[in-house]
């Protein structure tokens, strides 16, 4: 069973940047599609990046690209965001996601990390 469990969530400066990491702690058999999404108080969850199972594809939001970006290790179901330029709008919690339709639907979840960004 695929197990997310995200970390490098934290607060930054407007400008800065951070590193989101999520690797499948479970037992797991193949390799998964991933990505990330974010939900902001008051919002709905939304669609951030994802990266196909062996990383030859990637998606971006318009509202991160040039600015984020998605890496996995290769063969694993382990995947990183580099966040940079962040902005106060960023502020959200982040979930790692695996399988499904990676920027729609995902099948498995992360917990969740917290990004706050101050203006």
């Known amino acids: 069973q695929v197990q997310l469990v995200e970390s490098g969530g934290g607060l930054v400066q407007a400008g800065g940047s951070l590193r989101l990491s999520c690797a499948d702690s479970?037992?797991?058999?193949?390799?998964?599609?991933m990505g990330w999404f974010r939900q902001a108080p008051g919002n709905e969850r939304e669609f951030v990046v994802g990266?196909?199972?062996?990383?030859?594809?990637?998606y971006y939001a318009d509202s991160v690209k040039g600015r984020f970006t998605i890496s996995r290790d290769g063969g694993k179901n382990s995947v990183y965001l580099q966040m940079n330029s962040l902005k106060p709008e960023d502020t959200a919690v982040y979930y790692c996601?695996?399988?499904?339709?990676?920027?729609?639907?995902?099948?498995?979840w992360g917990q969740g990390t917290q990004v706050t960004v101050s203006s």
């Open positions: 996601a695996a399988g499904g339709a990676i920027t729609t639907k995902p099948i498995y």
């Open positions: 479970g037992r797991t058999f193949g390799v998964y599609a």
């Open positions: 990266i196909s199972w062996n990383g030859d594809r990637t």
